[in-house]
């Protein structure tokens, strides 16, 4: 009800946008990748450096993500690193197949750690504001890409989220953590962006043009003035076909 006074632009619901709450300065240097600890260059980055090729939907079953399955398309860190609670009964929708991805800043404070215990401990609280302070079912996102490029399983992909107001159907979520009106995304946090779109929309098949940004979907500054145009790039460049 305090937030009413957003309602009229669709921000009040989702849990990325309009938070004015940063006390932090940003630091003032340039925010140069720290020591990547993760991910390593695997065969699969060296593979996407090189001129895009054809890409070759397998047999992979799809229909798949059928709502038995368990398998996590992006080996995501699984949730049990960060919270032992699950979703909260009652709260939670089916998301009955994933047919669009959206792209997420935090938006709150400037965010510059990127070790396990403070990440874990920040998505634990995340969750707290969602599910306590909302009355959500859980984390409003289903990944969480960290500064260090580590993928965070947030929400269990067989429920919908709670990332875009009145668009949650279908529709998963992808928080890169960080607030990119006031920083930049890290190298790693992009690469790993690049790299989980393309599983993702071959996992599910959902068609490039169906991977949005929050601000395309509803009046928001997510993801971002630095984190917009890199997510328009890696759609229009073809990188994720
Ligand atoms: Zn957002």
Redesign the pocket.
């Known amino acids: 009800m305090m937030l009413a006074g957003l309602g009229g632009l669709g921000l009040f619901a989702?849990?990325?946008?309009e938070k004015r709450t940063d006390l932090l300065a940003p630091r003032p240097e340039p925010d140069w990748p720290r020591v990547p600890t993760r991910p390593t260059t695997t065969a699969y980055d060296r593979a996407i450096a090189l001129p895009p090729k054809p890409h070759v939907l397998t047999a992979r079953p799809q229909s798949a993500a059928p709502v038995s399955s368990r398998r996590d398309p992006l080996n995501a860190r699984p949730r049990s690193r960060w919270t032992r609670a699950g979703a909260v009964a009652g709260r939670v929708n089916p998301m009955n197949g994933v047919q669009r991805i959206?792209?997420?800043?935090e938006?709150w404070h400037a965010v510059w750690f990127d070790d396990e215990r403070r990440t874990a401990a920040h998505l634990s609280t995340i969750r707290n504001i969602h599910v306590r302070d909302r009355g959500w079912g859980d984390i409003g996102y289903h990944y969480i890409i960290d500064r260090a490029g580590v993928v965070w399983q947030g929400r269990d992909a067989r429920y919908q989220g709670a990332?875009?107001k009145n668009n949650n159907e279908h529709n998963l979520?992808i928080?890169v953590l960080g607030n990119f009106e006031k920083q930049v995304p890290t190298t790693q946090q992009l690469n790993v962006l690049h790299r989980s779109l393309r599983a993702l929309t071959a996992h599910y098949r959902v068609p490039v043009r169906r991977v949005y940004?929050?601000?395309e979907l509803n009046p928001?500054q997510?993801?971002g003035r630095h984190l917009q145009p890199r997510v328009a790039a890696l759609r229009s460049s073809g990188a994720l076909a």
């Open positions: 989702v849990g990325c946008t959206t792209v997420h800043h938006g990332h875009v979520g928080l940004t929050h601000r928001s997510c993801p």
